[in-house]
């Protein structure tokens, strides 16, 4: 029987639960201030445009927390040690705040934290800590974080077999490999982040570089994507950009790899799938995407050692 009960405390940036509750996120992530009409309207329609009707997207963190939790179970079966999955959003319910106020009524007095989303900057996952050891500090809840795990090796294999199985469709419809350029994908953040040395780049290069290596790759190159629409300078060069760019280099064959989200969001599904794949027609290039982690088995193997190690290290 399990004598001590650790929580993880599992973070997200969030999505709506429903198209009406596209204004009251979008307010969220505006810290406060309402988006324009336009602006809005702007962003519905992206929702409306991925999801007819039906909105799934909550439903993948959902089953990766639930994943999770089963891992950890697997893991943990005979052992007096019980990890209890808590989700934590940056920008919709359950928030961060709330996690960690469900898991002190629960009794917890541990934590594991851990994001869904592989690489660090100051501005995501960051921003996610800082508020989880804020609210934790209120509570007394002694909680230590994983702030990254952008090279685990069970996150590069399940990656490099995700480039590889769509380069062997790429060779089953006549492409070479080295015909088919690789863009490795990450959201883009300000420009700012690199004068404040913050690891975000480096992080998504170098697991750029383990795929490409593990999968023999041939040619691949990184680029950002679905930049905020804001005065200041974003990272660049952006995904339409370079795809303009392999137009002028003759590249006819694109495999996007977008490894900075980990499951199916707006930004692979209507940036990606939607908007890139319309220039791709139009520069008469054949465009494909891996497919997301989502419930991928190796990633949750990822988080779950993830965690575990962090536990052992601190609350042993
Ligand atoms: C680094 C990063 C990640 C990856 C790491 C991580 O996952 O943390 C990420 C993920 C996500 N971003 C998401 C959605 C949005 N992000 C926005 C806006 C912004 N993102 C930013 C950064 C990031 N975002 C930033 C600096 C802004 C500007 C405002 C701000 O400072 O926050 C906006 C506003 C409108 C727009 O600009 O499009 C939306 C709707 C969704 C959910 C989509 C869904 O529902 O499927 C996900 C997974
Ligand atoms: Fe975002």
Known sequence: MANKKIGVLVMSYGTPASLDDVEAYYTHIRRGNPPSPEQLKELKD?????VGGVFPLRENTDNQVAGLQ???NE????????FVCYQGL?????????????MVKDGITEAVGIVLAPHYSIMSVGSYLKRARETSEKHGLNISYIESYHLHPQLIETLANRVNSKLEMF?????????????????????RILSMGDPYRDQLLET???????????????????AGRTA????GPDVLDTMQELRDEQVKYVLVAPIGFVSDHLEVLYDLDIEAQELAQELDMRLMRIDSLNTDPL?????ADEVIRKSKEVHV
């Open 46 to 50: 992206r929702y409306e445009a991925i």
């Open 75 to 82: 893991h943990t079966a005979g052992s007096d040690v019980e």
């Open 70 to 72: 089963q891992k950890l």
């Open 232 to 235: 200041e300078p974003w990272l």
């Open 90 to 102: 940056k920008h919709a319910y359950p928030f961060i705040e709330d996690g960690i106020e469900d």
């Open 208 to 226: 750029s570089e383990a795929i490409a290596k593990r999968a023999n790759v041939p040619s691949w190159q990184f680029t950002w994507q679905s």
């Open 299 to 303: 990633y949750m193997e990822v988080l």
């Open 171 to 191: 060779e089953e419809t006549g492409a070479t490999r080295e015909q088919v350029r690789v863009l490795f994908s990450a959201h883009s953040l300000p420009e």
